[in-house]
């Protein structure tokens, strides 16, 4: 009579296969790794939203190639926390959490006069935070939400730092967008979505705005030695995806994520194009461009409208009062 394995140990092995294919498919479905070793000593690095997910383990990448890293963050209490795991995982005491809400043009002056009366240098400026698909609101000035932060926020920001981007060149700024671009339009003649809200059309004019902005500023910026390039981190498990029902409700929890978890990149894997478009030396004069998975990818035609890309450039100046002391 045949020996046959007893059906704990088929049950057991057939798990430990499956388990296995799961973190396979996951590392092959997190993309490209970044494998530069660049050391950032005296580098001075501002990242956004920088307490959780792609922008904390940006955050911590960049720490641990030793620079001094600024975490700029709307609440403090997590910035603080995290930035205590960040200094205690790199050996890296040079990491600072400081108040910006990009949802108040007041906390974002108020931080970049903070900056500059600390630093006379920046080298790098990460804009990664963001919101998602949330409910119909707006910002301090009256913005609607997903455009007022992903795009207007980080517009004024950037260009109030421009001067001393400028005066540390080369330096570097990466503006995270998302595919959703593909699907965006600006809509002209309703840019705040005061009629109609819809959070998913909403939220790809956003990110059509990250790159359109891009664009224009890189073209604004020929001629020096600073860049500026747009970043799809890729769909990643982070909590920009609370305002989505779908991933939040229990049957998803208890019976798709378990499934989904593979094919969907963790932060740290998020982070990589990020890291290849920040530190890569050989995108020392690449600028204007869109990354996906480390590698220039083409965008829509809505996307190349330069007389578009001007034309929300000038709203933007007016709604964030950019020109006005």
Known sequence: MPWKLPKPLIYASVAATTVGVAYLTKDYMGGAKYKGKEDLTDKIVIVTGANSGIGKETTQELARRNAKVIMACRDMEKCETERRNIVLETKNKYVYCRKCDLASQDSIRTFVKQFKKEFNKLHILINNAGVMRCPKSYTQEGIEMQLGVNHMGHFLLTNLLLDI?????????????????????????????????????????????????????????????????????????????????????FFTRIFLKPFAWPFVRSPLQGAQTVLYATLDPSLANVSGCYFNNCEIKDVTEEAKNDEMAKWLWKVSEKWTKLNVT
């Not at 809200?197 to 790809?204: E, L």
């Not at 860049?227 to 939040?248: K, L």
């Open 165 to 249: 981007l400028k005066a540390s060149m080369p330096a570097r700024i990466v503006n995270l967008t998302s595919a959703a671009h593909r699907s965006g339009q600006i809509n002209m003649k309703d840019l705040n979505w005061e009629n109609d809200y819809d959070a998913g059309r909403a939220y790809g004019q956003s990110k059509l705005a990250n790159i359109l902005f891009t664009r224009e500023l890189a073209n604004r910026l020929k001629g020096t030695d600073v860049t500026v390039n747009a970043v799809h981190p890729g769909i990643v498990d982070t909590n920009i995806t609370r305002h989505m029902s779908v991933y939040n409700n």
